[in-house]
């Protein structure tokens, strides 16, 4: 009988066992897919019953909390209600100035010593007036108010509003930013629960009340919401979305009376859990909404392993399907590709001796590139030739490693080269600093790159410390724009104590506040002198906390921005040049100071429109002066008196004069009251000091003007 030759009785051994053995592992590993996705499903059903538990015990510590919250706003709201200067606000039918001053400072006063207190309005029926705290709105007749949600809801009051927490968002007259609240409505009822007719309504700082609420809650996965839901709190602002994705089926747990439990829907592609308790005592629901893979610990990590393991095992039996059938293939292939990798100038027509000695050729030289990178990370080397030292470390940006090999052969055929990060370096034994700096010159001018170079050191204990020298030089390369050859010495001694601190960023948001470009200009550059003899780390954080609040100054004022316009500290690792920079921190600068100075402008003349307003119809008025006009506003005199002189040039008395003088000059030419009566009538009560005024004013005595007119 003839005998096998090796391969044929190899595929024979192949066809007996080898497919058999294969198709077993296979109906095994599908065998343990499908009893660990059974074990898992029912890990999962329990592991989210004990969550929604949990959830339900925890709800019981929130509803007290809240209630504990509520109890302390009530009384503190009907200590203000039934406060003697605020019932004569509430209910009073012909209040003076002095009533109405007292009453709203006696608010301000409770407003100033309260934390959680944003502002105070009352509502008086008898008058129909509202009177406010809040300075961007003046107290009006409700039907002209500004804040009109508050005119609603006083107009519309009824039991279900009484001391409950109304979610309100309000947009400001003068800069338009929108305001959020938490408005609880105080009033007194009938004993059928009919309103009476006044009103207190006081607004309490969302960020108080929601982190009083949900102040625990780190994650943001918490939301409050009433028993039609309706938005009582939330620290995300996706939350409110994604729970009225849950809402509907929420409801239809409670008419089961499913008060504590749990929901599952994909939102967004990722698979999300809603843990859901009705708190007793308000009514209120407890949302806990977060991805499935955050509620159950380890399982997601055990199936996720499970499925790597599945994974390997058919890549397992994929190798091994690829083993048998090429067993003999790869080694020969990878011979092939290792000789292909010396490069095009061996091409397949060569003979194999000679493609094999530059094989190895290239070989020492990526062993002499792993010797730089152990000695530039600071690595054991023993049993290395090590190169001649002192030597001079080169790093040579946008170049390849063969690159930098090929041009130093011929000088240096002794230089170590390797690449890192995306740039080329090469450790050049026995030169000088001037030769250095002569081959710099040359690489610069070959290859269009950017040089970096070091003092001669002295041993390789020094080389780390070196090479992280030069590469802080390379980050730091924007500080120095157009030069193409940099030598340590450049970097100097680096302070690792940087004089820049935070109040120097705060100068500069407060001048921009304030609108004053220039003196922005100047707090920058302050910055900029206070870092730019640190390292780069604290460079970079500057520059990213400056973009930070730069950004929120942006989107707080409601201008759109561009990433590049205000940069972060990932974009110095392209900079070139610090003046790029500041160019584009500039306009930004620009921008802001322009719209704060706007506004601020816009919020001057409206107050100043306000007191000349007062001064044209209150004119008559003996007692009218700048400190009653500045107590009528709630303002101090001295701001007020420096607001109208920034928008009118003129002092409130000086405009009060002038107002006067013009009334009576009219009076005069019509000739029907005596110089005294025109006095009187035009509100002076010193005929004498009238008098002065008018002829201060007009430059003639009121009997000389009666004749000039005739």
Partial sequence: MESLTPSAHFRSRLKQYGMPCLCGCAGFLVLLSIMVGVVYRAFQEITLQSLAQLNSEFSVQMDTLSSLVQTTVRSY????????????????????????????????????????????????????????????????????????????????????????????????PLSGRKREFY??????????????????????????????????????SYILLDERGGLIAAREETLPSKAALFWNDIVAGRSQEEQDSYLLRKIGGVQTVCLYSRMSSTGWYCLRILPLDRC???????????????????????????????????????????????????????????????????????????????????????????PAFPAVLLL???????????FLQAEFPEALVTHQNGYGVALLPGIAEMEALSLCGGLAAQFGCRCYYSMPRPSPSELPGCFSVLKELQQLRFWYPGQRILSEKRLGKRSSESGFSEKDLSQLLAALRAGELERARSCWKAVLDSISGGHYQDQRFVFN?????????????????????????????????????????????????????????????????????????????????????????????????????????MSISEYLNHTRVERACALLENGALNVEAVAAKVGFENTKYFYVVFKNLTGQTPLQYRKAKG
């Fill in 77 to 172: 709201g009907l200590q203000v209600f039934y406060t003697p200067a605020v019932t004569r606000l509430r209910q009073g039918y012909g209040l003076s100035n002095v009533e109405r001053v007292y009453g709203l400072r006696e608010l301000n006063t409770y407003v100033s010593s309260s934390e959680f207190v944003d502002s105070i309005s009352v509502y008086n029926q008898n008058t129909h007036m509202v009177y406010t705290t809040d300075t961007n709105f003046l107290s009006a007749p409700i039907d002209g108010y500004a804040d009109r949600s508050a005119a609603e809801l006083f107009l519309n009051r009824n039991v279900e509003t009484r001391m409950r927490p109304i979610r309100r968002t309000v947009d400001e």
């Fill in 183 to 220: 408005s609880f409505l105080f009033f007194e009822t009938s004993r059928k629960g009919i309103p009476r007719g006044n009103a207190l309504m006081i607004n309490l700082r969302s960020e108080w009340y929601e982190g009083q609420l949900l102040g625990f809650d780190q994650e943001g």
């Fill in 296 to 386: 159950l610990a380890g399982l997601p990590g055990l199936r996720n392993r499970f499925v790597a393991g599945f994974s390997f095992g058919l890549t397992l039996l994929a190798l091994l399907c690829g083993l048998m059938l090429f067993f003999i293939y790869f080694p020969f292939r990878r011979m092939r590709l290792a000789l292909r990798r010396i490069g095009p100038a061996a091409p397949e027509a060569l003979p194999p001796d000679q493609r094999l000695t530059e094989l190895v050729e290239s070989s020492l030289e990526l062993r002499q590139s792993h010797l730089l990178d152990n000695l530039l990370e600071g690595k054991e080397t023993a049993g290395e030739q090590l």
């Fill in 545 to 649: 906390r400056a973009a930070q609040l730069l950004r929120e100054m942006l989107a707080e004022a409601g201008l759109p921005f561009r990433a590049q316009e205000v940069p972060l500290a990932e974009h110095l690792e392209k900079l070139e040049d610090i003046g790029t920079l500041n160019a584009r921190y500039d306009a930004v600068f620009v921008s802001l100071a322009a719209l704060n100075a706007g506004k601020r402008r816009q919020r001057l003349d409206s107050i100043a429109a306000q007191v000349a307003h007062r001064i044209e119809v209150g004119y008559e008025d003996s007692g009218l002066s700048a400190s009653k006009i500045a107590d009528e506003m709630g303002l101090s005199n001295a701001y007020l008196s420096r607001m109208f002189r920034e928008s009118y040039q």
């Fill in 396 to 406: 040579a940006e946008s170049i390849s490693q063969n690159g930098l090999r090929r």
